[in-house]
C-alpha cells in the first residue's frame, strides 16, 4: 500500500503547477483525499480534500479560487491544480488517505517553490 505525490518544482509567482496523488495497492476512490503543506518554520496545514462518497471538496481560504483538486478514478490519482501561485504557497505538499491529519496513509512529499 502506497501513496506518491509527484509534481512540485520552481515556478514563478503567477504560474501554475498540478500535483498528482497516486495509489498503489489499494483504491483510492474508496477514501477521502486530503491535500497537506508544510512551509518552513510552520506547522502543517491542510490545504484541500475531496470526499470519498459524493466528490465534495474542501479549501482552506488561502487558496479559494486558485486550487483546484479532482479525482481520476481510471488512473487511482487524485490532482491539485495550482494556479495563480503566490510566495507564501512554497511549501512541501503531502497528500493522504483523509482530510484530517489522522490519516492511516501518506505520501513522500513533493517540494513546491514559487520565487522570482
Known amino acids: 500500500v502506497q501513496l506518491q505525490a509527484s509534481g512540485g518544482g520552481l515556478v514563478q509567482p503567477g504560474g501554475s503547477l498540478r500535483l498528482s496523488c497516486a495509489a498503489s495497492g489499494f483504491t483510492l476512490d474508496y477514501y477521502a483525499i486530503g491535500w497537506f503543506r508544510q512551509a518552513p518554520g510552520k506547522e502543517r496545514e491542510g490545504v484541500s480534500c475531496i470526499s470519498s462518497s459524493d466528490g465534495s471538496t474542501y479549501y482552506v481560504d488561502s487558496v479559494k479560487g486558485r486550487f483546484t483538486i479532482y479525482r481520476d478514478n481510471a488512473k487511482n490519482t487524485v490532482y491539485l491544480q495550482m494556479n495563480s501561485l503566490k510566495l507564501e504557497d512554497t511549501a512541501v505538499y503531502s497528500c493522504?488517505?483523509?482530510?484530517?491529519?489522522?490519516?492511516?496513509?501518506w505520501g513522500e512529499g513533493t517540494q513546491v517553490t514559487v520565487s522570482s
Open positions: 493522504a488517505t483523509d482530510c484530517t491529519m489522522a490519516a492511516d496513509y
